[in-house]
């Protein structure tokens, strides 16, 4: 069956349209009723090419995403796509679900990291975070190709599947390091087999019009989608305390918000033109679509932004004042156009900028370590294989374990996950020290470098790692390497046996020769 939203969204003569839609707690409660009420009156309208569906947004239980996304396509013929995120399935379970929406011809898909989780039933739930956008994104071109499969000793091909996925990007970061881990990881999600991108949410015209030119700086010929939200006072102030993790409303545009909502209609119609002005600097701009959401939205409400969107997508450079709401400090990736007040082709000099935060005596301690006893070929790396390859299958061995882990855990909060991640994000671990266990660059939800979890309390450790690095002029390799997903089969043995035996992932990338497991 034809993928509508896909074909929409590659046909050049088509602006995109989707409409987010969020189910809420519950399987026959009013939130569910509103959600199949609202697609069957976008499947009349034919203006809408798409359904977004949320999964548990806000780190809250909802109806699942997939199951919904089913019922819509089966019942009103309307493409949906469905977030899918990594918070709360591991692995297998990430697998399991792909076959079923294959399965369901329900192939549309926006893959993120997702919300951290926040309640749940007597309490806060345990996140998962076993993959990241990344790993998901390996696992369904793998799926696309026909993925390869090994079960004792045998090895079998599974059917292609025909997924479309997506990803998402913040281009709204203030600080230097923020800004550019997420174009590094977007790098990574787009080699991982991203179809289209859809960035996080924002009302600085300048910082969409930088991600567009980035990605067309890069060569990646793939659609992006602006984001649309209908913006009242209420959200506004949310999203003003960081409270919507990702989204950014600055003081300048929140005190709009509030005179807005002193008027008679408390700024309905003043929040539909601000959207369909959005709508339609993202087609002047040269986007492909517009993903339009907002709590309790209408679809005549959708249908004013598009056809008004329209109307305003011919002047759209008149309206570039009205959208510059940048957060103090704001850094930019490419230096700014003064006639336009949005930016020219040439990125902006990040060479002499001060780091984003210290880079402590301790580092330096640990890469003269690692240059002595961890690069192949150099120092003291031969006596320590020939040291790891007498203790590993002894009776030393897990007393050995144990040591390692105690200086691991002093040094660097270590979880004893035996498939170390320690050399790629400058002695950083993003087992313990990421929350949501990010192997391959921030996600989306870092507030002026804080982590989203603890906001004030923690940095971001990609900012941390990206100082660091920047400190040696060697902040891209965060790009360009990829951190595959943790093997669960070394969890609680020594890493450094590992490496030193060519078995975890790092040492097969450096190509240490391998040391088979003594049975």
């Avoid at 570039?320 to 490419?334: H, I, K, N, S, T």
């Avoid at 690069?375 to 061995?397: Q, V």
Wanted: charged share 25%; with cysteine.
């Amino acid at each position: 069956m034809e993928n509508k939203f896909k074909t929409t969204l590659l046909d050049k003569n088509v602006f995109s349209v989707t409409w987010e839609l969020v189910p809420g707690r519950g399987s026959r409660e009013k939130a569910q009723e509103t959600v199949f009420a609202n697609a069957e009156a976008a499947s009349k309208s034919g203006k809408i090419h798409a359904l977004t569906i949320t999964d548990n947004p806000g780190g809250n239980p909802a109806i699942l995403a997939d199951y919904l996304g089913m019922e819509i396509r089966t019942k009103y013929g309307i493409e949906p796509l469905v977030h899918f995120t990594c918070k709360d399935k591991n692995r297998n379970q990430i697998e399991s679900q792909l076959y079923a929406l294959e399965r369901a011809e329900t192939r549309s898909l926006l893959v993120m990291t997702g919300d951290y989780p926040v309640s749940g039933y007597t309490g806060r739930p345990r996140p998962v975070f076993d993959l990241d956008p990344v790993h998901v994104l390996k696992l369904i071109s793998s799926m696309n190709e026909g993925l390869e499969v090994e079960h004792m000793g045998k090895t079998s091909k599974m059917q292609p599947s025909q997924f479309f996925a997506g990803c998402a990007v913040s281009p709204f970061k203030r600080d230097e390091s923020e800004q550019m881990v997420q174009y590094y990881k977007l790098k990574k999600k787009i080699e991982a087999g991203a179809q289209f991108i859809v960035p996080q949410l924002g009302y600085d015209i300048r910082k969409f019009h930088e991600l567009i030119l980035f990605i067309r700086e890069n060569g990646w010929n793939i659609p992006i989608i602006g984001n649309v939200y209908i913006l009242p006072y209420g959200a506004g102030k949310l999203m003003y305390e960081n409270k919507v993790p990702g989204c950014v409303v600055t003081k300048e545009l929140l005190s709009v918000l509030e005179k807005e909502k002193d008027s008679p209609d408390k700024g309905k119609q003043a929040r539909l033109d601000r959207a369909a002005k959005m709508y339609g600097f993202f087609k002047g701009m040269g986007y492909d679509g517009v993903h339009i959401g907002g709590h309790g939205v209408k679809l005549d409400e959708v249908e004013y932004i598009i056809d008004k969107g329209e109307e305003f997508a011919k002047n759209w450079m008149d309206y570039v004042q009205e959208f510059l709401f940048p957060m103090p400090g704001q850094f930019y990736y490419y230096e700014k156009d003064e006639k336009t007040g949005l930016n020219t082709n040439k990125p902006a000099s990040r060479k002499d900028r001060p780091l984003d935060t210290t880079v402590s005596f301790m580092y330096s301690l640990y890469r003269g370590m690692h240059e002595l006893m961890f690069e192949p070929g150099k120092g003291l790396f031969g006596l320590m294989r020939s040291t790891m390859k007498a203790i590993d299958g002894s009776s030393f061995e897990h007393a050995f374990d144990r040591l390692e882990h105690l200086i691991k855990v002093i040094l660097f909060e270590c979880e004893n996950c035996g498939d170390c991640a320690l050399f790629e994000l400058a002695f950083l671990c993003p087992m313990s020290q990421c929350p949501k266990k990010q192997r391959n660059g921030a996600c989306g939800g870092s507030y002026e470098g804080w982590c989203e979890v603890y906001p004030n309390k923690k940095k971001c450790i990609y900012v941390r790692a990206y100082a660091r690095l920047k400190k040696h002029n060697e902040e891209e390799t965060l790009r360009d390497i990829y951190v595959p997903p943790a093997n669960w089969d070394f969890y609680k043995t020594a890493s450094w046996i590992n490496f030193f035996l060519g078995r975890d992932h790092v040492g097969r990338r450096l190509g240490v020769p391998l040391v088979p497991k003594k049975k």
